[in-house]
């Protein structure tokens, strides 16, 4: 059960403060608090779900085309990691070490990412 007592469900509603980089219909990026290295940013779905498994499952082809449509232009256009690289995850559950149960993926990029899980 996604449960709204979560830290990007307070984000996604104005009850806590992000360094928003991009927002639209479907998803909302800002900034990593705890950056692992020079660019890390979220991008967060509107649904709630917690993780990838269930947004795909919960949401229709062509919702998840606009999530990760969206994943791509904050990647490339908005940041503008196109050129240098970037690298994207997301965690799913205790091995993973998910902290936040609402599904997001990371964008890291900016330098070379070796070395950097
Ligand atoms: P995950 O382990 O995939 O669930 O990642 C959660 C991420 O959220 C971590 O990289 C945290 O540093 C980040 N995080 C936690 N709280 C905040 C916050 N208030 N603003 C921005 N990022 C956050």
């Given at each position: 059960m996604y449960d709204r007592n979560n830290i990007f469900y307070k984000i996604l509603h104005g009850e806590i403060p992000s360094k928003k980089v991009f927002e639209n219909d479907v998803a909302l990026a800002f900034y990593d608090i705890n950056p692992v290295c020079k660019v890390h940013v979220l991008v967060i779905c509107?649904?709630?779900?917690?993780n990838l498994e269930e947004f795909v499952q919960g949401s229709s082809a062509e919702e998840v085309k606009a999530y990760f449509e969206t994943l791509t232009k904050v990647a490339e256009d908005v940041l503008g990691l196109g050129r240098s690289g970037y690298r994207v995850l997301t965690n799913t559950g205790r091995d993973a070490g998910q902290?936040?149960?609402?599904f997001h993926m990371h964008i890291l990029g900016g330098e070379s990412l070796k070395g950097v899980l």
């Open positions: 509107k649904r709630e779900c917690r902290e936040v149960e609402h």
